[in-house]
């Protein structure tokens, strides 16, 4: 059964209290047990969210935006690659301790199992660099969580599996996409995907990890009233990914409105 969203006194249909995303302890995330489930094969539903990011990237010029933010990084680089062919500086905000030293160390050696994830970026944009290196070679890791971003200080930003992911509480949610969106300048660039419908979920046999259950409803309530230019695509759920409870994807393209007070 698909769990149903939270109630609004921010309970669920049990009574049971919302954990925050500040209840759950980053620095514990299994990289290699997240990896391994998930990433060391690339999957149909991670060549859909390349397709969608890649042609919304090939809408700008080569090197055409200053710089960008990865929300959230985790340790999955596909979401940096397509990036790589018009943005000229990568900000990969990551809290957790062990996602950041992955990160790091892929930026001079990417593991071999990402190289078919980049093939797949250079044939659908011939603008990337060769290598998988020189791509990340744009990209800088930042230690640090959400509310350190200043307002406006991006030309773009991208999110990927994360607000949904971190959270069992509806406004925090909320609040995670508002400073996602306000990262941007106005007038300024998102891309993003989120699970569908996602459970509170476990990596392997470890730790219960914080989620809210959204679908396209969701967001477009919680992004319509603060871009403009709004899509959103769902995906069906890939059946060869583990089964966390999720019933699919849904992403995002649109921009940051540019009248006052929106965001």
């Given amino acids: 059964m698909t769990p149903g969203p939270p109630t609004p006194q921010g309970h669920d249909d049990d009574g049971h209290e919302p954990r925050f995303n500040a209840d759950a302890d980053w620095d514990r995330w ?3 047990a997240y990896l391994t489930e998930n ?19 090939r809408a700008f010029a080569a090197g055409g935006v200053g710089r960008s933010l990865e929300f959230g990084a985790g340790p999955n680089l ?3 690659m397509p990036a790589a062919a018009v943005v000229r500086v990568i900000d990969a ?13 892929q930026l001079e050696r990417p593991d071999e199992s990402w190289r078919t994830f980049y093939d797949l970026c250079r044939e659908l944009d011939p603008r990337l660099p060769l290598s998988l290196t020189e791509a990340l070679s744009r990209v800088r890791v930042l230690h640090a969580d959400a509310t350190a971003v200043p307002e406006g200080a991006y030309d773009l930003a991208s999110m990927n599996f994360v607000a949904e992911s971190v959270t069992e509480d509806a406004e925090e949610f909320a609040e995670l ?3 996602f969106i306000r990262a941007v300048r106005p007038g300024g660039h998102l891309v993003a995907a989120f699970m569908e419908n996602m459970p509170s979920y476990r990596i392997g046999a470890g730790l219960e990890w914080p989620a809210f259950p959204v679908d396209s409803a969701t967001v477009r309530e919680v992004f319509g009233p603060h871009t403009t230019d709004l ?3 769902r995906v069906d759920k ?3 990914l583990p089964d966390y409870g999720d019933t699919g994807m849904v992403l995002l393209r649109a921009e940051r409105a540019r009248s006052a007070g929106s965001g």
């Fill in 177 to 179: 996409c508002g400073l």
């Fill in 30 to 32: 299994p990289v290699t």
């Fill in 78 to 80: 596909y979401p940096l």
């Fill in 93 to 105: 905000l990551e809290p957790g301790a062990g996602n950041v030293a992955y990160l790091a160390g």
């Fill in 238 to 240: 890939d059946p060869a």
């Fill in 231 to 233: 899509h959103l695509t």
């Fill in 39 to 57: 990433y060391r094969r690339m999957h149909s539903a991670d060549a859909t969210v390349i397709r969608h990011h890649a042609a919304f990237y």
